[in-house]
């Protein structure tokens, strides 16, 4: 574990200390295999890219592999790869293994020493070989060096244990200075800092603070104001970017009073502060959701458009509580935002409290609108019973105010302030919650749906509950549920209903009644929780009407009107309106559900049944079911249904006529009479296809 961390820490250093550094020099197979060799015995060279190379007990099997493999089989063995002595700083030797079997092989290592003996100034880096590159970092690098690899196998079952198809020089490149690095960074300070500067070890390090001279870094810079501290490094005559990072010192302020007495104080915006605190009450414990005390309201009112002052900083001891004096150093990022001001305080270190006042009651339910009575419980959070004293006017609470004794059920709104009082006769901070009851009305008919549905929009609609003893579902499409009693008809739209026609629905839905482009409905907005299907397979008539008859007021009826012709061919689409006539009256059809499918055609009679929908000023009618479209003529001649005339079809007819019957369907010609006339017609409609 030791030799695989360090192998880590070194290899990490070669990616960080020497990012500027570039290949100097490459030994690579074939490129660098001018030598047969057929044993791993044997002592050799190889020159490549104008370095030549030794190699010991390395074989590339007479120049015929594009790599070089060490380690024997059945015996212990030792190889090397070295170089001559180099004048470049080399920082670092990657070596490329193509295979390698890690548990036989006792050590891998490079050397570098000032002599070819290996005996002086020898820095050592261990490395754990893997397949891959692997990376020998060398911690100083220096000119004039000797280089060598050392491979230490133990005995194995094959030869070969290593196999090598690149070694690479690194050397500094002092054409590219890595940018200084400067820490901390910058930000709000709240003290004296010393600051320090790191870079690449070969660079000098130079800073300066805002537009002054330039100074040589050799010990951390002591920042004590504003300002901005930059910093670049230099090899040689080469120069890196230049990094900056700017402080901001904090201000001190005596009192709070002191810091908001500051004209530009509320403008001060993530500026640090330092601000003494005596004795301030604490007002309230800023607590969230999930029960974390974040911070503490403060009894400052700085400008009407603030109308809060918190200390910001999470973790509030759980000792604290409203009512007591909190004195202190607040040291923090000063804020404003929309009505409150806060300090982001980087701790409560230092803080105290005096307990003066008991703490402030507890009101449940919270402030907030319900949609029925609301039982109202009062609680001294310090279990220690003290008097509770509360009003429902929103006047403040005093001695003379009711006292709390046991829950109470509010059945109108209400302001409620409550106090605590404690055995000393000292008063806590008030505790105030705004409860509005704001209760739904109830209606038991469609016909009193109808008649209080007045609003024209989702945004003055009212909220109303439809508690209906049963109301029958006469269709359903989507979200779309058209329902019907003795008193009229209606539509109830909300998502995840689940009925279908022919359901009695009971129980309640609760939701906004108002006109959608002129069609009433009930928007369901708590999902049909408390919907119940009191029976199932009812049966659903549609009332047979004229379309002279339709008004308005008809609104989500289910009606059946017979008869009806297409003024032109139509091809089904949700996206266009039919226009039928009984001959007297135009009635406009919308597939709003997508229901229909194929195409109609013009002259073609039929029998529709079909909801009454008011849009706008108009009247349209929607088909819920496909069913609910009957063919009343011969046209089309498919008498099947298939939706494809053929041979099918002239069977059906010829059997109807076998059968002596009058059938609508099958009577193509319209003449009421089922004949040969009929096999005729569809026979010849075969052959125009």
Not at 57 to 74: H, L, P, Q, S, Y
Not at 449 to 460: F, H, K, P, Q, V
């Amino acid at each position: 574990m030791k030799k695989l961390l360090l192998s880590f820490v070194v290899m990490l250093f070669a990616v960080c200390a020497y990012a500027g550094d570039v290949v100097y020099k490459t030994l690579s197979f074939p490129g660098g295999n001018s030598a047969e060799i057929a044993s791993y015995t044997e002592t050799w060279t190889a020159t490549c890219d104008g370095l030549t190379w030794t190699l010991v007990n390395f074989n590339n099997n007479k120049n015929v592999w594009d790599v070089v493999k060490c380690g024997r089989k059945n015996v212990e063995s030792t190889a090397y790869i070295s170089t001559p002595q180099i004048s470049e700083k080399i920082t670092k030797v990657v070596v490329t293994v193509d295979a390698c079997s890690p548990t036989k092989v006792k050590a891998s290592y490079l050397e570098v020493a000032s002599d070819a003996e290996f005996t002086k100034d020898v820095q050592k880096v261990d490395v754990t070989i893997a397949t891959g590159q692997v990376v020998y970092a060398i911690p100083t690098a220096k000119e004039n060096q000797y280089y060598r690899l050392t491979f230490d196998c133990d005995a194995a079952s094959s030869n070969g244990l290593i196999t090598i198809s690149k070694v690479e020089l690194f050397k500094y490149d002092a054409s590219s200075v890595n940018t200084p690095t400067i820490s901390p960074k910058g930000g709000s300070i709240y003290a004296a800092t010393p600051v320090t500067i790191t870079a690449d070890p070969e660079a000098e390090i130079y800073y300066f603070i805002d537009e002054g001279m330039p100074h040589q870094y050799v010990e951390p810079v002591i920042i004590d104001k504003s300002c901005t501290l930059g910093a670049y490094a230099m090899i040689g005559e080469s120069q890196s970017e230049t990094v900056t990072e700017s402080f901001v010192m904090a201000t001190s302020y005596s009192s709070l009073q002191q810091l908001f007495d500051n004209p530009t104080a509320p403008n001060l915006d993530g500026v640090p502060v330092i601000v003494q605190i005596e004795d301030e009450p604490i007002m309230d414990i800023v607590t969230t959701n999930s029960g974390n005390r974040n911070g503490v309201l403060l009894n400052y009112y700085p400008w009407a458009s603030q109308d809060m002052f918190e200390l910001y900083c999470g973790n509030v001891p759980e000792e604290w509580k409203e009512g007591d004096l909190l004195s202190g150093v607040a040291i923090g990022e000063y804020k404003v935002w929309g009505k409150g001001i806060e300090i982001a305080l980087v701790s409560w270190e230092g803080f105290t409290v005096k307990n003066v006042r008991p703490a402030k009651p507890i009101i449940t339910p919270k402030t907030g609108t319900y949609d029925a009575d609301q039982t109202v419980t009062i609680t001294d959070p310090s279990g220690s019973n003290f008097t509770i004293y509360y009003t429902l006017d929103g006047s403040e609470p005093t001695e003379s105010s009711a006292i709390y004794e046991a829950p109470f059920v509010l059945t109108e709104t209400a302001t409620v302030k409550a106090v605590c009082v404690d055995d000393d006769d000292v008063m806590s901070f008030v505790t105030t919650v705004m409860i509005t009851i704001d209760k739904p009305t109830i209606y038991t008919t469609i016909a009193e749906l109808i008649e209080n549905c007045t609003a024209t929009g989702a945004s003055d609609a009212p909220v109303v509950t439809f508690k209906p003893s049963n109301v029958l579902v006469t269709g359903v499409n989507g979200s779309s549920v058209f329902i019907s009693d003795e008193t009229g008809a209606f539509l109830l739209y909300g998502s995840g209903a689940e009925y279908v026609r022919g359901d009695m629905l009971s129980g309640s839905m609760t939701g906004k009644l108002y006109s959608y482009n002129g069609m009433p409905e009930l928007a369901v907005n708590d999902k049909w929780a408390d919907t119940k299907v009191a029976s199932q397979g009812n049966a659903v008539t549609a009332t047979k009407v004229t379309p002279a008859d339709i008004t308005a007021a008809d609104a989500n009826k289910f009606v059946r009107m017979e008869g009806l012709e297409f003024k032109s061919e139509a091809t089904v689409s949700n996206k266009v309106n039919y226009t039928l006539t009984d001959g007297t009256t135009e009635v406009v059809i919308r597939d709003n559900y997508s229901n229909l499918s194929g195409v109609f055609k013009a002259g073609g009679i039929y029998n529709v049944n079909v909801f009454v929908i008011p849009f706008k000023d108009n009247i349209q009618y929607y088909v819920v079911s496909a069913d609910d479209i009957e063919s009343a003529s011969g046209e089309p001649a498919d008498v099947n249904g298939d939706g494809i005339v053929d041979t099918q079809d002239v069977l059906a007819v010829y059997e109807t006529i076998q059968a002596s019957t009058n059938d609508a369907r099958a009577d193509v010609n319209g003449d009421k009479l089922v004949d040969t006339q009929d096999v005729l017609a569809i026979y010849e409609k075969i052959q125009n296809q």
